[in-house]
């Protein structure tokens, strides 16, 4: 009978699991919607922003700040987004196996190169990269408890700022980037220096030439639009990111469920079994004992 008691905590336990992990699917699948929709607004925009960025640069000798390109640069830092929460899969873990590799391949002595920084994004990101001795120069966890657009302005204008005074050579940025529910794409791009081949939309033909007139003057334009670029391509990295890490979590916890299902059924299965041979062995010893009884 203890065991048929054991069989029932699980039985409860696994119930309860299930309810939870139903109620996070449905929570993940509301902030789905809301974070699909923000970034469904944002790409139109930043990906035009980066096409005609592209056209005013393109073919041009500038030596605006931002496209300073270092012929041998020695001060790099990747910026890794991840989450302030778990249990989304392998979100995290995939991602920031990615960002590994890329800092093995890219860099002589990997994770030891002189020069080579971090910022993290999000507690998973934060505990991730410190527990493995990463030089971290800041932290944000907590980022997307507040998900602002102000926020990510003020970390770029920092990242630009050091960009600027020669203090960082190259800014790589790191997220997972919204495919479907159930699929990210890894995504680890370089955004400092700009380089114009590299924002020109790619189904533009690139053989014909555009005489444009711009007003007030070509330079303001650039002045003005260049930091705006930056900052907006962050901002649409962290919608995606967040947009991926719901449908991620959504999934996960699906999967979870249905798991409880299965395991439920197979805990109650047992349970039957279970009870069904202890009620025939009650019978055969009542049977026994009467047999018993009337020899005597």
């Given at each position: 009978?203890?065991?048929?008691?054991?069989?029932?905590?699980?039985?409860?336990?696994?119930?309860?699991?299930q309810?939870?992990?139903?109620?996070?699917?449905?929570?993940?699948?509301?902030?789905?919607?809301?974070?699909?929709?923000?970034?469904?607004?944002?790409?139109?925009?930043?990906?035009?922003?980066?096409s005609v960025?592209?056209?005013?640069?393109?073919?041009?000798?500038?030596?605006?700040?931002?496209?300073r390109?270092?012929?041998?640069?020695?001060r790099?830092?990747?910026?890794?987004?991840?989450?302030?929460?778990?249990?989304?899969?392998?979100?995290?873990?995939?991602?920031?196996k990615?960002?590994?590799?890329?800092i093995a391949n890219?860099?002589?002595?990997?994770?030891e190169?002189?020069?080579?920084?971090?910022?993290?994004i999000?507690?998973?990101?934060?505990?991730?990269?410190?527990?493995?001795?990463?030089s971290?120069?800041?932290?944000?966890?907590?980022?997307?408890?507040?998900?602002?657009?102000?926020?990510?302005?003020?970390?770029?204008?920092?990242?630009?700022?050091?960009?600027?005074?020669?203090?960082?050579?190259?800014?790589?940025?790191?997220?997972?980037?919204?495919?479907t529910?159930i699929?990210q794409?890894?995504?680890?791009?370089?955004?400092?220096?700009?380089?114009?081949?590299d924002?020109?939309e790619?189904?533009?033909?690139?053989?014909?030439q555009?005489?444009?007139?711009?007003e007030?003057?070509?330079?303001?334009?650039?002045?003005?639009?260049?930091?705006?670029?930056?900052?907006?391509?962050?901002?649409?990295?962290?919608?995606e990111?967040?947009?991926?890490?719901?449908?991620a979590?959504?999934?996960?916890?699906?999967?979870?469920?249905e798991?409880?299902?299965?395991?439920?059924?197979?805990?109650?299965?047992?349970?039957?079994?279970?009870?069904?041979s202890?009620?025939?062995?009650e019978?055969?010893e009542?049977?026994?004992?009467?047999?018993?009884?009337?020899?005597?």
């Amino acid at each position: 009978m203890a065991n048929l008691r054991d069989i029932r905590n699980r039985i409860t336990s696994v119930n309860n699991t299930q309810q939870i992990t139903k109620a996070m699917k449905m929570v993940a699948a509301a902030k789905l919607r809301k974070a699909q929709d923000r970034m469904i607004q944002t790409r139109p925009y930043a990906n035009t922003l980066a096409s005609v960025i592209g056209c005013l640069i393109q073919g041009l000798e500038l030596t605006y700040p931002l496209l300073r390109e270092t012929s041998e640069p020695k001060r790099y830092l990747v910026i890794v987004v991840g989450s302030d929460r778990g249990l989304c899969g392998g979100f995290n873990n995939n991602l920031f196996k990615e960002v590994e590799l890329f800092i093995a391949n890219n860099f002589e002595n990997g994770k030891e190169t002189e020069g080579l920084s971090l910022i993290t994004i999000g507690k998973k990101a934060t505990a991730h990269f410190r527990k493995r001795f990463y030089s971290i120069d800041a932290k944000y966890p907590g980022f997307f408890d507040q998900l602002e657009y102000e926020l990510s302005t003020s970390l770029m204008n920092d990242v630009m700022e050091n960009f600027i005074n020669e203090q960082i050579d190259e800014v790589y940025l790191a997220y997972n980037e919204f495919k479907t529910v159930i699929a990210q794409n890894r995504k680890v791009e370089k955004i400092l220096p700009l380089r114009a081949e590299d924002l020109v939309e790619a189904d533009i033909d690139k053989s014909v030439q555009f005489d444009y007139i711009y007003e007030p003057d070509q330079k303001s334009i650039i002045d003005e639009l260049l930091p705006k670029h930056i900052k907006m391509q962050f901002w649409k990295a962290i919608l995606e990111s967040n947009a991926a890490e719901q449908g991620a979590r959504m999934t996960a916890m699906d999967s979870a469920t249905e798991n409880a299902k299965d395991l439920e059924r197979n805990l109650r299965l047992k349970y039957n079994q279970a009870r069904q041979s202890a009620i025939t062995t009650e019978i055969s010893e009542i049977v026994s004992g009467a047999q018993a009884l009337s020899d005597s």
